[in-house]
Each structure stands twice: as structure tokens, then as C-alpha cells.
């Protein structure tokens, strides 16, 4: 069934045979799912007439059975008919329907930066993710180092809890956190990995450890949301000081459980539905763009720390995303936000939470999004990339002084133990990840993908239906003037080879680390050309 090669990395149906799998001279060095070649006539791709987009999840990938993409004949397969039937019949997927129920493609196995899809009719078809599986995956698939970590682990144990016990991959992992945790320098703030300890005294090395120095491990990015307001909020009940409520920006999001909602865009997001039933918090405008004038900036200040004013006898703590504000609309703010954001935190006497759950490992071209905005907080959540995307593991990192004044209160000790905290074997792969981080200290492959991104997404700017067009790290962003025909974007990329997830104004895409320079111009490329084709 396979159909020649791509130079230009066009993929299309190909067969499971390994021996057709013929590996690029690519950088880097990994070797994935190769160009397979420009697949079958592919039938016009119709408006699938998708409700209006509103939040990430919210595009449908029904688009699969609707458009039929890549169909290089007749592959009548009753086994995937059969799998694809029982799913539409009794699985939920994210914010789905039970009464019309997406048409998801199935992945077959995943490797590289490549996921290998089954066609609603039979064929395979592989296509580079843009997506890192939500922004997980850095390292892609099938990663060696990763499954041997995986593999290693296993023979031992893979799970036990973790009240009463304890194990090394859960303490090796902490100490790397801690080790690679935001710190203030002479330089600024900076990540363990940008402290140089050869040319340093043990003193001097000391004197710029992270504040950040206790690991509490929880299963999801949301739940550790959730750990950090019960942190902030357990700190409050200890001293009596009746503070309940948080501050954050609009344009947030932070999760699907009840606080993290309680603290994501109100209107924004799918969480008004909650309104009158989540607790009520405060929200400081959306902060203007990155690069909007000085003015606006002081404006946004001048009505957030009046706002602020009112409310600081009562806030516990403040929480945002740092410097890109992710599911909430992919918008990047300026260091400023963040300074003045912890300003007021300080000044009151309220804590300032981080959710780097997005950000964090280098997504923004950082390690962490702290180092640019050159603020240190006192709680961290970090999650999606932590295990490279291999399970669901999160971490809250606080301050000691955090940690003792949660300690010193009636509950002495933070009330929160999920079943599932500090898996082993999550704590092993996210051990690995970490190692393969680190291999990179300056990040060179985000800066690399920043480039190949800023350069292939640019022709976008061009295309009357687009807004704008930003990059940022491994970040890329199509923005339109109207609501994205998503489920059109998604097939038409499909058909070229590439998975993409479009929602709401929003083409934009997270690839792995790993991408290689050609793979990129692909990926952007089809992109590109996707949101000229649907949206004109
Ligand atoms: C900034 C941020 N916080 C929290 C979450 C929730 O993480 P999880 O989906 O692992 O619960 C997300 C997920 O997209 C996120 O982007």
C-alpha cells in the first residue's frame, strides 16, 4: 500500500510492514515514522457545519467519518468497524456528547513525533503531532531512554502507596525538582540547570538554592492545582487570618476539577456552566498582549491594583500562568503582569501561586516561565511534560516557610493523599525525562523550534482570515477573526499528514522537542495552508 517517498515529508497510508519504514538523515537524531508519501486522491473536504468553538476540547474530530481522508481504496476492516462502534456507543471522550458522539480516530501505536492513525475506511496513516498529546509528549514517542525506565521500573514494583512508605524513584525525583527549581541569582531567575556549580564555592552554590525545597506529588495537573489552593488556604486557617478568596487574571485555566475551575476564565471557558455553584474569586482584567504599548500596560496595572485594593483584606493567595496564559486563548503576557501580580501578593501578605503545568520544561523557551518573569513563587505546579507524556504525574513544589506554616496549624500537615501519589513508575520515567532535559541545558531544541516556527507560520499573516500570528518557545499560534472551523482544519491536516487540534479563534500548535527542521516546515507549512483552504 505504500506510495513512494516525500521529500518534503507528505505523509500518507502506509503499511505495517517495518521493512517500508525507511529512517531520515533528520535532525535530531531520532529517528521516526518516516515521510511516507503523497497519499490517494482525497475527496473534497466540505464544511462540517461544527457549533461554535469556545475552548480546547471543544473541537470534534468527527471530522473523520464526515470528510474521508486519504482513501486509498477499499480497506474493509470489521475489527476496527467493530472497536470504532463500541466506542462511539460507550465511551465518553473529553466534553462529548452521549447522544452525538465524536468520531475520534484510533492510533494504532505512536513513534517518533509521529502518530499512526487508522482511516475511518482501513488504511494506516501516520502524521506528525503538533499537538505533543495536549503538550505532554516532548521527547515523542516510543522514547528508548523512557520505555527503558518504564521497562526497569516494572521489574521492580509498579505501584505502592505512599502513606507510610516510601521509594527511591519518588526521592530521586524530588531531589531533581528541587535541584532544577527557580531560583534567584545574580543573574536573575534562573533554573538549577542554569547554575553553574564547577566555577562556584559550595557557599555560593548554597546561597542560590531554590526556596522551593518540599514535593508534595499528585496524579493530575488539575489535582495539583487543587493541592496548591489547599496549601495556600491551609496556611491561611492555621493563622486565623479569615483570608478564602484567590486573585488571578482573566484568560486563565487551570484544570476541570472544582477549584481549579473556581479560578479559570468565568466567561471564557466552558466553566460558566458553574457559575453560582463554583466559589467566587477575583479576577484582575486580561492582561494586554506581550507587545502591546506601555500605556496599556499601565492601565492594566493601574485597574489591577485598584481592584486589588479592594479585595487584598481577603485574598489568600494569587495564582496565574506565567508569561502564556495556555488553554485560556495561547496568549502571551509581559514579565510586568507577573511582577505586579506578586507585588500585590507581597504587599498583603497573600501568597503567590505558579501553574507551570504548561509552561514548565522549557514549553516557553525557559525551563520555567519564572526565570522570565524573574519571580520566584512561593508554590509551583508542575505536570503534562514532567513524565514526558508517558503517565499522569504532577508535582507542587513549595517554600519551606510555606511548608511549616501548613505544618503548624490544628491539621498539622497538609490534608491531601490520593491513592495513586507518587507512583513509582511515573516517578521513574519522569526521572529519565528529566535526564534528557538536561542534556540540553540552554534548551537549543526550543530555540530551534521557535525559529522553524516563527519562519513557517509567518506566510499566515497574509491570509485575510488571520488575526494575528506569535510564537513563543515551542509555541506557534494562528489566530483568527472568527471561530475556527475546526473539525475542516483538523481533517484537511489529517489528509497531509499532520494532527492538529485547533478550538475556539485557535490554530496553533505544541510540537515535541524532537521535531525535526523538516518535519517542522511540514507541520507548519500544513497549517498554513489548512487555515487558507477552510477559512480563505
Ligand atoms: C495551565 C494548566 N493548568 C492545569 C491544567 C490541568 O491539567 P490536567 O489536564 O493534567 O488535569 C492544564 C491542562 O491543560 C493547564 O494547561
Redesign the pocket.
Known amino acids: 500500500m505504500r506510495q513512494g517517498l516525500s521529500e518534503g515529508g507528505q505523509v500518507g497510508a502506509v503499511d505495517d510492514h517495518p521493512a517500508s519504514l525507511v529512517a531520515l538523515g533528520v535532525d535530531p537524531p531520532r529517528v521516526d515514522h518516516p515521510p511516507q508519501g503523497v497519499i490517494g486522491q482525497a475527496e473534497q473536504l466540505g464544511s462540517l457545519g461544527y457549533p461554535q468553538l469556545r475552548h480546547k476540547q471543544d473541537v470534534s474530530t468527527a471530522s473523520a467519518t464526515t470528510v474521508r481522508v486519504g482513501h486509498t481504496g477499499a480497506v474493509n476492516d470489521p475489527r476496527l468497524e467493530e472497536l470504532l462502534g463500541y466506542d462511539r456507543a460507550h465511551l465518553w471522550h473529553p466534553y462529548s456528547s452521549a447522544l452525538t458522539p465524536q468520531h475520534p480516530y484510533l492510533v494504532e501505536s505512536a513513534s517518533g513525533v509521529r502518530l499512526r492513525l487508522r482511516l475511518p475506511d482501513g488504511p494506516r496513516h501516520d502524521c506528525i503531532d503538533a499537538m505533543s498529546s495536549?503538550w505532554c509528549a516532548i521527547h515523542g514517542y516510543a522514547v528508548p531512554e523512557l520505555d527503558a525506565a518504564a521497562r526497569a521500573q516494572l521489574d521492580r514494583m509498579s505501584h505502592v502507596m505512599f502513606g507510610g512508605l516510601t521509594h527511591e524513584p519518588a526521592i530521586a525525583l524530588a531531589r531533581r525538582l528541587i535541584d532544577l527549581a527557580p531560583r534567584h541569582t545574580e543573574a536573575g531567575v534562573v533554573s538549577g540547570l542554569g547554575v553553574d556549580a564547577a566555577d562556584a564555592t559550595d557557599a555560593a552554590v548554597a546561597a542560590c538554592e531554590s526556596p522551593l525545597q518540599h514535593v508534595f506529588f499528585a496524579d493530575?495537573?488539575?489535582?495539583s492545582?487543587e493541592v496548591a489552593m489547599k496549601m495556600a488556604l491551609q496556611v491561611q486557617v492555621a493563622e486565623g487570618t479569615g483570608k478564602r478568596r484567590f486573585f488571578t487574571i482573566r484568560g486563565g485555566?487551570?484544570?476541570?476539577t472544582f477549584s481549579?475551575m473556581s479560578v479559570t476564565d468565568p466567561d471564557g471557558g466552558m466553566h460558566s456552566l458553574w457559575r453560582g455553584i463554583l466559589p467566587e474569586h477575583v479576577f484582575a482584567p486580561h492582561p494586554p498582549p506581550h507587545d502591546a504599548a506601555e500605556s496599556e500596560l499601565l492601565a492594566w496595572e493601574a485597574d489591577t491594583r485598584a481592584l486589588y485594593a479592594g479585595h487584598a483584606h481577603e485574598i489568600a493567595a494569587v495564582i496565574l500562568?506565567p508569561i502564556l496564559q495556555?488553554?485560556g486563548g495561547m496568549t502571551f503576557h509581559a514579565p510586568r503582569v507577573v511582577q505586579v501580580l506578586a507585588e500585590l501578593a507581597c504587599e498583603s501578605g497573600a501568597l503567590v501561586i505558579f501553574?507551570e503545568?504548561?509552561t514548565g520544561f522549557g514549553r516557553t523557551g525557559t525551563m520555567w516561565a519564572a526565570e522570565a518573569a524573574s519571580v520566584v513563587p512561593d508554590i509551583m505546579c508542575v505536570?503534562?511534560a514532567l513524565t514526558g507524556g508517558y503517565l499522569?504525574l504532577?508535582a507542587v513544589l513549595c517554600t519551606t516557610d510555606v511548608a511549616e506554616r501548613v505544618s503548624g496549624g490544628a491539621a498539622a500537615g497538609l490534608m491531601h493523599g490520593p491513592t495513586f501519589m507518587a507512583n513509582p513508575l511515573a516517578c521513574a520515567i519522569a526521572g529519565a525525562s528529566l535526564d534528557l532535559l538536561a542534556r540540553d541545558p540552554q534548551l537549543t531544541a526550543v530555540a530551534r523550534l521557535e525559529r522553524g516556527l516563527a519562519a513557517g507560520l509567518a506566510p499566515a499573516r497574509d491570509l485575510a482570515a488571520v488575526r494575528d500570528v506569535r510564537v513563543r518557545g515551542g509555541v506557534g499560534v494562528i489566530q483568527l477573526r472568527e471561530p475556527v472551523r475546526g473539525g475542516d482544519i483538523a481533517a484537511y491536516a489529517v489528509q497531509r499528514g499532520v494532527w492538529v487540534r485547533p478550538f475556539r479563534d485557535l490554530v496553533y500548535t505544541m510540537p515535541p522537542y524532537v521535531t525535526s527542521s523538516a518535519d517542522l516546515a511540514t507541520l507548519t507549512g500544513v497549517l498554513v495552508e489548512a487555515v487558507a483552504a477552510v477559512h480563505g
Open positions: 495536549w493530575s495537573g488539575s489535582v492545582v485555566y487551570h484544570g476541570d481549579p500562568e495556555g488553554a501553574d503545568i504548561a505536570g503534562k499522569t504532577a
